[in-house]
């Protein structure tokens, strides 16, 4: 088994170490050392990259036998051609130092937040995954009010102004037992614990910072239901700043457009909405009259075949207005045909269209009562194509 550096110092970047193996991971080239400061991928933490021997280290995955595998990157210098180095020489390795102090920042917010759902929201967690896009807990409760989400939020940001030191160590069986984990050891030995001043106390093998200041600050993103769980997304640290960041830049671009300060941009827009409802209802109720004045105007007093200007909307505003004053419309525009028959009539709007379809092309259909579509190509004779449909 390789030797985890990071156990003893986590914030070790750089180390020296011997070549014991070449394997491969994924039909990837890798190097197995005698010890490590790189983490391999485990429980929710994504494995560490950065350099080794000059070699770009693109993941690190932990091997079947316990040995952690140093995945290179064939892509980047001075992989071209370039030989692993040999076994038992010592190399150099050095992390990508801001990613591994990301990764260590959100699984420490992920074991603080867990111990706050489960004091706050009585809400154990089942699982959680640190991932490159996103981080997420999955808690063993279906549904979690809003308050006790902002409660358990709350807690944990408590704790890191508290500046709470964290612990990391291999307790004894004897100690062990008097500890209360949050959760059960996915191991039977040498169980590792990670404590978060007394507040929170689980087995853990990842890295960790070293108090809970570090973390500057939680923000839960989301909850939803998921597998008869909640999936909490959150995130944290350098992560969190960069969200909340974010977030202000767009509040603040849309208090410029909407000509108010930050703190009223929701009033602000609730305004426009309701705006935007009343115009809304005017248009709707403009079009009625459209509708109403163009049926009025159309010749007749049987079926009406004719060709009317204007959107879909308005076509299928005027053949309503024409059944409900008993008369069959028969109706076209480039944008739509819409064949509504009056009450009593014996029309079969459906089959017409067929009928239509079949002569010019286009897609539609409906029922005996009613039957929409769109022609292919322009009608340039409208009457002429329906009297040749209904031959």
Not at 18 to 36: E, F, G, S
Request: charged share 25%; net charge neutral; with cysteine.
């Amino acid at each position: 088994m390789t030797r985890r550096l990071y156990h003893d110092d986590a914030y070790a970047r750089t180390f020296e170490a011997d070549v014991v193996a070449h394997v491969a991971v994924a039909d990837r080239p890798a190097i197995v050392l005698d010890r490590t400061a790189f983490y391999p991928e485990a429980g929710g933490q994504l494995g560490d990259r950065g350099t080794l021997a000059g070699f770009a280290v693109a993941d690190t995955q932990e091997t079947a036998d316990g040995a952690i595998a140093h995945v290179i990157d064939r892509t980047a210098p001075p992989s071209g051609g370039a030989a692993l180095p040999a076994i038992g020489s010592t190399v150099h390795g050095e992390l990508d130092w801001a990613r591994r102090r990301q990764h260590m920042a959100q699984h420490t917010a992920q074991h603080l937040l867990s111990g706050a759902l489960l004091d706050r929201a009585q809400a154990a967690t089942a699982s959680a995954r640190l991932g490159e896009t996103a981080l997420t807990i999955d808690v063993t409760r279906d549904r979690i009010p809003e308050a006790e989400l902002a409660a358990a939020e709350a807690l944990a940001n408590d704790l890191i102004d508290d500046d709470l030191a964290i612990r990391a160590w291999f307790p004894d069986p004897g100690e062990l037992a008097n500890l209360k984990l949050r959760r059960d050891p996915k191991v039977s030995a040498d169980i590792r614990v990670v404590a978060i001043g007394d507040f929170d106390f689980s087995p853990c093998g990842g890295t960790h910072c070293t108090r809970t200041s570090q973390l500057s600050t939680i923000r839960i993103i989301a909850a939803e239901r998921y597998k008869g769980m909640t999936r909490v997304t959150f995130a944290a640290a350098r992560r969190a700043r960069a969200e909340l960041f974010t977030r202000d830049q767009i509040l603040r671009g849309l208090a410029t457009q909407l000509s108010c300060s930050p703190g009223d941009v929701a009033i602000a827009i609730d305004k426009l909405r309701a705006s935007a409802t009343a115009a809304a209802d005017q248009v709707t109720a403009l079009r009625g009259q459209l509708a109403q004045a163009i049926a009025n105007q159309l010749p007749g007093d049987g079926a009406v075949i004719a060709t009317v200007p204007g959107d879909a909307d308005l076509v299928r505003g005027v053949a309503a207005k024409l059944a409900a004053a008993g008369r069959d419309a028969l109706l076209y525009s480039p944008e739509a045909v819409v064949l509504q028959r009056a009450a009593g009539s014996l029309l079969d709007c459906g089959a017409l269209w067929k009928q239509l379809a079949t002569l010019t092309g286009g897609r539609g259909g409906g029922r005996a009562d009613r039957a929409e579509g769109r022609l292919a190509g322009t009608v340039d004779d409208w009457p002429a194509l329906v009297a040749r449909a209904r031959t």
